[in-house]
Nanobody, 126 residues
Framework: QLQLVESGGGLVQPGGSLRLSCVASGLALDAYAMGWFRQGPGKAREEVAVISYNGGYTKYPDSVKGRFTASRDNDKNTAYLSMNSLKPEDTAVYYC???????????????????WGQGTQVTVSS
């Protein structure tokens, strides 16, 4: 069964850090670029990070650049999103997604991703 499972979400104070994990089963993650997305209350889903199949390319929107870092360990079939200096506006459900490509994920639309995780809640509040 092909699936992505996120973990690592929770409640954190402003300025704190979290690291999300996305474990893949039933697929070899080294054939996939990964995206991280979030959807806050009453907001549209937005991309917060992408990482190429080998980790050589990453991209972030200005809203998280310098605070979020995507990484991956293909031997463990796992992708990560490290989040630092968290702000209340980072509160959202965070999703990982996989797209089967070895091209750099420069501009893939979310509808092009093949697999999605179930999401993990991140709440930033004092």
């Amino acid at each position: 069964q092909l699936q992505l499972v996120e973990s690592g979400g929770g409640l954190v104070q402003p300025g704190g850090s979290l690291r999300l994990s996305c474990v893949a089963s039933g697929l070899a993650l080294d054939a996939y670029a990964m995206g991280w997305f979030r959807q806050g209350p009453g907001k549209a889903r937005e991309e917060v990070a992408v990482i190429s199949y080998n980790g050589g390319y990453t991209k972030y929107p200005d809203s998280v650049k310098g605070r979020f870092t995507a990484s991956r360990d293909n031997d463990k079939n796992t992708a990560y999103l490290s989040m630092n200096s968290l702000k209340p506006e980072d509160t959202a459900v965070y999703y990982c997604a996989a797209i089967r490509t070895r091209a750099d994920p420069v501009n893939f639309h979310e509808t092009e991703y093949d697999y999605w995780g179930q999401g993990t809640q991140v709440t930033v509040s004092s």
